[in-house]
């Protein structure tokens, strides 16, 4: 389904019509459930993250800017929930780890063991999911949803030198680690 029609349906559903936003998430659904599950490694933080993107869209939309598209718009919003997923993660974490070392008790393991099927994806997901944050998600925006770095800024709202420079980072590190893993792919 394009932008177009998305628009279409998604104004439907915003003047009640349950079965347009039914479409409209199952057009989408998957590619937002992938971006975050690039991201972010629990299973169930995942979902949550996931049934926000779409609260955030169904009340939001009256601040859409239908000259834009789509789901440039619905991958910002994806984008900045996990960035305050991460924050609140990142709080939780350090308190359970304060209590951890208060109780001396075992490190809780915070993966997910089997996000990607097959195991081709799953060693290149391994690879990305070890890149810092910030050069995850610009790696996420360009190679697997195929947006320019200028996008890729607008989206973060960051100057492009910063994502460029992110981006560059991004390929060495993969590049560096792939070699060390003896893989012959490389990293365009």
Not at 174 to 181: G, Q
Request: a positive charge; one cysteine or more; hydrophobic letters at 40%.
């Amino acid at each position: 389904m394009n932008d177009k029609e998305l628009i279409l349906w998604l104004e439907k559903a915003a003047i009640g019509d349950e079965s347009a936003f039914q479409l409209v998430y199952q057009a989408t659904h998957q590619d937002v459930y992938r971006t975050v599950a690039f991201l972010v490694n629990n299973k169930q933080d995942i979902e949550e993250i996931v049934n926000e993107v779409y609260m955030h869209m169904w009340r939001s939309y009256h601040k859409y800017d239908t000259n834009r598209p789509f789901r440039f718009w619905l991958h910002g919003i994806t984008i900045r929930l996990v960035q305050d997923w991460k924050r609140k993660t990142w709080r939780r974490i350090r308190l359970f780890e304060r209590n951890r070392q208060m109780t001396c008790e075992q490190p809780f393991d915070w993966t997910d063991k089997a996000v990607l099927q097959s195991e081709m994806q799953h060693e290149l997901f391994s690879l990305v999911r070890q890149l810092s944050y910030k050069l995850r998600v610009v790696v996420i925006l360009h190679y697997f949803h195929d947006y320019n770095l200028e996008e890729i800024a607008d989206m973060l709202q960051i100057p492009v030198g910063t994502v460029k420079s992110r981006h560059h980072l991004a390929r060495k590190e993969l590049r560096k680690r792939i070699e060390m893993t003896g893989g012959d792919a490389y990293v365009h």
